[in-house]
C-alpha cells in the first residue's frame, strides 16, 4: 500500500479509522482469496484474503499499529 501524508488543513479522502479496542488480529477486511494488504510503514496486514486487487481513490486505512494512512492507488499529485 502507499502511505499518504495529509496536506495541510486536513485529509480530504474517506478514512477507515480502527477501532480503540482493536487488538494484534484486527484488519479491515478478511477474506477467502490469496491478497493480503500490508500497511507501507510498519507491514501489518491490513486487508487480508481479498480475491483481486482494485484502485479505489479516496479510500485510506488508517494502520492500528503505527497511524500511517495507507492508499491503494498511489496518491494524486497535488
Known sequence: MHIVVPPPGGVRD?????????????????????LDLPCGSCGRVLLRGLRELLPVPHLLFECPGCAALNAICPPEPA
Open 14 to 34: 474517506r478514512v477507515f479509522r480502527p477501532p480503540a479496542d482493536t487488538g494484534p488480529g484486527f484488519v479491515f477486511m478478511d477474506g477467502p482469496g490469496p
